[in-house]
């Protein structure tokens, strides 16, 4: 369970932590939350959904898996094994927590204390980071990130107007996973939703209109036409499988080949 808690200069001004190093942490996720401005390079790698959000409504989510906990992207190495992570990932232990105090809204930049990875002592020598320098101010690493979180977050307010939108033309549909179930003892993952194709072609002008000033075609349109990714995905899940039953050495060597070379880039780079 994460425990986020705010980042303090008098509390914290000589601890720091140390670089997540691979996605084990994200190894139970089946889908991500995905933002508009991934959409360009993200449609190339994932099959896109919508997904509930916590609050009503519904989000843009990349699908890491076909069934409820499980990410198949994360390698046995701890690797991601697709060449772009969701930029949702790419700021843990990190995030952006919404408080109100004194009648206004402000933005702190939490840590999650059970990643592991809180150092109260960082050995930077070791390539460990301290939060805060000897003045109290955040040092040039927490900027770049508290930077890359609020655009994240921007985005992603902008990313959920838009699925609104879509939502509220009658263009969200059930959608039960069109691929052959590679695990029949668990069911595929169930209660997103898809773009209904009869009704997007339906649409007149007006409301053609406000999806477009919305931003909201884009989505609608790669959302369909990132479905056969989902072909990908069971391809995963077969090589998962294989790994998990300790099958023949070739087998083996053909995990190495296909997991040893996801992206392992962990810097904080929102046009990664």
Same mark, same amino acid.
């Given at each position: 369970?994460?425990?986020?808690? *705010?980042?303090?200069?008098? $509390?914290?001004? @000589?601890?720091?932590?140390? $670089?997540q190093d691979?996605?084990?942490?994200a190894a139970?996720?089946?889908?991500?939350?995905?933002?508009?401005?991934?959409? *360009?390079?993200?449609?190339?790698?994932?099959? /896109?959904?919508?997904?509930?959000?916590?609050?009503? =409504?519904?989000?843009?989510?990349? %699908?890491?898996?076909?069934?409820?906990?499980?990410?198949?992207?994360?390698?046995?190495? =701890?690797?991601?094994?697709?060449?772009?992570?969701?930029?949702?990932?790419?700021?843990?232990?990190?995030?952006?927590? $919404?408080?109100i105090a004194? =009648? +206004?809204?402000?933005?702190?930049?939490?840590?999650?204390?059970?990643? !592991? %990875?809180?150092?109260?002592?960082? +050995?930077?020598?070791?390539?460990?980071? $301290?939060?805060?320098?000897?003045?109290?101010?955040?040092?040039?690493?927490?900027?770049?990130?508290? !930077?890359?979180?609020?655009?994240?977050?921007?985005? +992603?307010?902008?990313?959920?107007?838009?699925?609104?939108?879509?939502?509220? &033309?009658?263009?969200?549909? =059930?959608?039960?996973?069109?691929?052959?179930?590679?695990?029949?003892?668990? *069911?595929?993952?169930?209660?997103?939703?898809?773009?209904?194709? #009869?009704?997007?072609?339906?649409?007149? !002008?007006?409301?053609?209109?406000?999806?477009?000033?919305?931003?909201?075609?884009?989505?609608?349109?790669?959302?369909?036409?990132? @479905?056969?990714? /989902?072909?990908?995905?069971?391809?995963?899940?077969?090589?998962?499988?294989?790994?998990? &039953?300790? #099958?023949?050495? &070739?087998?083996?060597?053909?995990?190495?080949? /296909?997991? !040893?070379?996801?992206?392992?880039?962990?810097?904080?780079?929102?046009?990664?």
């Amino acid at each position: 369970m994460s425990q986020f808690e *705010p980042l303090d200069p008098e $509390r914290h001004l @000589t601890h720091g932590w140390k $670089r997540q190093d691979d996605y084990r942490f994200a190894a139970e996720d089946a889908w991500a939350p995905l933002l508009l401005a991934e959409l *360009p390079t993200a449609l190339a790698v994932y099959p /896109l959904a919508f997904a509930p959000r916590l609050r009503g =409504g519904h989000r843009l989510v990349a %699908l890491q898996g076909l069934h409820q906990d499980k990410n198949l992207l994360v390698a046995p190495s =701890g690797r991601w094994a697709l060449g772009y992570v969701p930029s949702y990932y790419r700021g843990y232990p990190f995030s952006l927590n $919404r408080v109100i105090a004194g =009648g +206004q809204e402000r933005q702190l930049l939490c840590f999650d204390h059970a990643s !592991g %990875l809180y150092r109260e002592r960082p +050995q930077t020598d070791q390539g460990e980071q $301290r939060f805060f320098d000897d003045q109290g101010q955040p040092t040039p690493l927490v900027v770049k990130l508290f !930077g890359f979180l609020k655009q994240c977050a921007s985005n +992603q307010a902008l990313t959920d107007r838009a699925v609104d939108a879509l939502e509220k &033309a009658g263009l969200l549909t =059930g959608w039960t996973l069109d691929v052959e179930n590679p695990d029949p003892a668990r *069911p595929l993952l169930m209660g997103l939703k898809r773009i209904d194709d #009869q009704a997007l072609a339906a649409l007149d !002008g007006p409301t053609l209109a406000e999806l477009r000033d919305a931003q909201a075609l884009p989505i609608a349109y790669g959302q369909r036409f990132s @479905t056969s990714r /989902l072909g990908v995905l069971h391809k995963f899940a077969q090589l998962h499988a294989a790994h998990a &039953a300790r #099958q023949t050495q &070739a087998t083996s060597t053909n995990l190495d080949g /296909l997991f !040893g070379e996801g992206d392992d880039d962990l810097e904080f780079d929102f046009d990664q």
